[in-house]
């Protein structure tokens, strides 16, 4: 048997009812947390030893049932409760689907927090079973993967995550095969996505498996429960910004379920501390003074899932989803003036998947989706609405969908093969306009359409301690008749028990991307367009990954080390005279990035702490720019130190976190227009301090959950960004560039409080 990692600990209740207990262990021996199960629920289980043996259980302490406890354990051992009689259960072995089957994987549990685990190159967040995060209301998920090694939001919002020097849009953001384009509420400041729909969040930030593509750098591949219950689940909450409710009705026992989620802003009737501090954030250097219930900003969230499992083989789930942002703003200039801004934007979208597993060895999957994105902004000027005005207009549109057949076999106990077809058709549009005094002028505007064919096969071998994992992609782009290759491979060495080499190299290509303008409106965290590759003005983005590491687990220290590099190319700017005088041109480009990522962690009994160090170097350079040499990119952070304590009091538990990272390349200008300088200078160094607590506990059969978060402890003011606005107030400055330099801050000290039910 392992040793013990942890002391495991059971808490008892004075209100708990006889058919469930509040329970709670950490790593603890199989065979010990049985007994303690048995005892707690008066019950037994029969099971041959060789079954428990070498095995641990970790359960979030909560209030269980005995079916809870159950599926815990098939799922994390793989164990299945047949029961015999009322108080008698066989444990017997759950056969691993094909598609799951892990052949000697190291399995980092409880990676910073219970609830993060890390597979070879793949982490898995479970929010509803996370520990506390120092700064993170409600398990956001996007936000929890910020304190993940080589993930960083240099703007400081959750949707602009940054993965080992890879931009925000080469993030591959899945919801049940559902393409999202923008997974956030209030410009990125919160996730989009409610995590009480989330079951697993799969993050690859290397070695991606071949059968994802489409994007350059990560894959944020989340998915929402698949378990037919029993019984109604409700799970609601409030906090600062909105409130929700996750409901699951069983249609048929046992076969059909349906999953409603709802989740609603209530920031156009009150603005609490919370919003009005991320508000300060986010329209810094805008005209936007103060929110009233006029001038709203609102945002909500809906999903519906349909479960269908008529047999234990066959799985059909049909999943539907919608993430909108609203702005209207009016206000005065002066007596005879007025501006307004209007700002809608819509995440539609749709998957069917159907799971069929015909035999122990094999399994296949057919899945199809549909996705749209939809952005309308405009902004006006008025002094006599009849004759003098100026309005400018930016829409973006996506329409995505496709359809994919995949299949499992498990070739024999230590050799796994995955292969599929996949095609997808994208609609991609862009539009500017200004106008001034009747004048119009298009300043971008196109429209392209492509249909994508893939074909993918990943072959996963054991041999002794060596573990082997290769993967090709085939990609066929039709509007540019261009085929692509994408090799990939994962090779882990386990040369003790505690100890594993691990080298790994991909080659992705990205068809559909974001370009940056520099234009004129007031949102600058919304300055992106989507745009399709045309092989010319926008070419196909390609990347190559190299890395080389270790994992060493020994007792109750872990330290996972990484190096890297990566290249990348076809990378665009979409710049309105930003570097060349009287012109509108794209700049294409090529980069790289080398860097390194250590984590550090120890845990006790009922503390834990991390330290995350990572270096990265990220280097651009562009046609015709800074005499065709090197320079930082726009998100480079050379040096950030990440520092974690968890504690947990019984039913209390609390985290604290410290951020520092060095600041942001920034470029200078003169004030003729021209580039003095690309990305020389930095900002100063960036640290904030954040607190997150919560405190659970049961009333009869209903648990409850409450908790409060503060981010930015101490308040420092620290200097994030430094970009140039082009004006376009009068004619001549069409041909005339002139620039407004705007500093951006972080954001200040922000608390927020929550508080849940859920039986």
Not at 187 to 193: A, D, E, K, R, T
Request: aromatic share 14%.
């Amino acid at each position: 048997m392992n040793r013990i990692l942890f002391a495991c600990f059971f808490l008892f209740s004075g209100a708990v009812f006889s058919q469930s207990k509040v329970l709670g262990c950490t790593a603890m021996p199989l065979a010990k947390a049985i007994l303690k199960i048995e005892n707690e629920f008066d019950i037994k289980y029969s099971y041959a030893d060789s079954l428990v043996s070498g095995k641990e259980l970790t359960l979030l302490r909560k209030d269980y049932r005995i079916d809870d406890i159950n599926a815990e354990l098939e799922i994390q051992v793989r164990l299945r409760a047949q029961q015999i009689s009322e108080r008698y259960y066989a444990l017997i072995p759950v056969e691993e689907p094909p598609s799951l089957v892990a052949l000697n994987e190291v399995v980092v549990g409880a990676f910073l927090i219970n609830g993060v685990s890390k597979y070879n190159q793949r982490f898995v967040l479970s929010p509803q079973k996370s520990d506390v995060l120092a700064g993170v209301t409600d398990s956001d998920v996007l936000l929890s993967l910020q304190q993940l090694p080589g993930v960083k939001s240099p703007n400081e919002t959750v949707t602009g995550l940054y993965v080992r020097g890879g931009t925000q849009d080469q993030n591959l953001i899945l919801l049940d095969g559902i393409r999202l384009y923008h997974p956030g509420h209030l410009f990125g400041m919160i996730s989009g996505i409610n995590p009480n729909i989330v079951k697993s969040v799969g993050f690859y930030n290397k070695a991606t498996p071949a059968n994802y593509g489409e994007r350059a750098s990560s894959v944020i591949d989340i998915t929402t429960s698949e378990k037919v219950e029993e019984d109604v689940r409700v799970n609601a909450g409030v906090n600062a910004l909105n409130a929700d409710v996750f409901v699951q009705l069983p249609v048929v026992r046992n076969k059909l379920d349906i999953q409603l989620s709802g989740r609603k802003s209530f920031t156009e009737v009150w603005r609490s501390t919370t919003f009005n501090q991320l508000a300060n954030k986010v329209f810094q250097n805008t005209d936007f003074k103060s929110f009233d219930n006029s001038n709203a900003f609102r945002f909500y969230d809906y999903s519906a899932k349909m479960i269908f499992r008529p047999t234990q083989k066959i799985l059909l789930t049909v999943t539907g989803l919608s993430i909108s942002n609203n702005l209207d703003y009016r206000y005065k200039i002066a007596a005879d003036s007025t501006s307004s801004q209007q700002m809608k934007i819509l995440d539609d979208g749709y998957s069917i998947n159907w799971h069929h597993k015909p035999s122990d060895r094999f399994s296949y999957k057919a899945s199809a989706y549909y996705s749209v994105y939809d952005f309308d902004y405009s902004k006006t000027k008025a002094h006599d609405i009849t004759k003098n005005y100026e309005v400018f207009k930016k829409l973006n549109r996506i329409v995505n969908s496709g359809a994919e057949l995949s299949f499992h076999t498990l070739v024999n106990p230590k050799m796994q093969l995955d292969f599929g077809y996949q095609l997808s058709g994208n609609d991609v549009s862009h539009l500017f306009n200004t106008y001034n005094q009747e004048v119009g002028i298009d300043l971008n505007q196109r429209r392209l359409f492509s249909v994508a064919h893939a074909l993918f096969l990943s072959h996963n071998y054991d041999l002794a301690n060596w573990r082997f994992q290769s993967g090709l992609r085939y990609n066929y782009f039709s509007n540019i008749a261009a085929s692509t290759l994408e090799p990939r491979i994962f090779v882990q060495n386990k040369l003790t028990g505690a100890f594993a080499l691990q080298l790994s190299f991909e080659r992705k290509n990205q068809f559909m991307s974001q370009a940056r303008e520099n234009s004129i409106n007031d949102l600058s965290l919304e300055n992106y367009v989507w745009v399709l590759s045309d092989n010319k003005k926008y070419p196909i983005q390609k990347a190559d990954q190299f890395s080389a590491g270790f994992i060493f687990r020994e007792d109750n220290w872990l330290v996972d080390f990484d190096a890297y590099y990566k290249t990348v190319s076809g990378i665009t700017g979409l710049n309105f005279g930003f570097f060349s005088q009287n012109e509108q041109q794209t700049l294409k480009g090529n980069g790289f990035t080398k860097g390194v990522e250590v984590f550090i962690q120890k845990k006790a009994d009922n503390w834990r702490s991390a330290i995350t160090y990572s270096f990265q170097d990220s280097q651009n350079k562009f046609d015709g720019l800074n005499n065709n040499r090197y320079f930082q990119s726009n998100s480079n952070i050379k040096h950030a130190l990440n520092l974690n304590v968890n504690k947990k009091w019984n039913r209390f538990s609390a985290a604290l976190g410290w951020f520092w990272h060095t600041g942001k390349p920034y470029s200078s200008i003169s004030d003729l227009g021209t580039t003095e300088s690309f990305n020389a200078d930095n900002l100063p160094v960036y640290h904030r301090m954040d607190v997150s607590c919560e405190y659970a506990f049961l009333f009869g059969k209903i648990n409850f959950r409450t908790g409060f978060s503060v981010y930015n402890l101490y308040n420092r003011k620290s200097l994030i960004s430094r970009e140039y606005e082009r004006q376009f107030v009068t004619a001549a400055d069409l041909a005339n560039e002139r620039y407004k330099r705007n500093d951006y801050y972080s954001l200040g000290i922000t608390p927020n409080v929550f508080f849940r039910v859920s039986f």
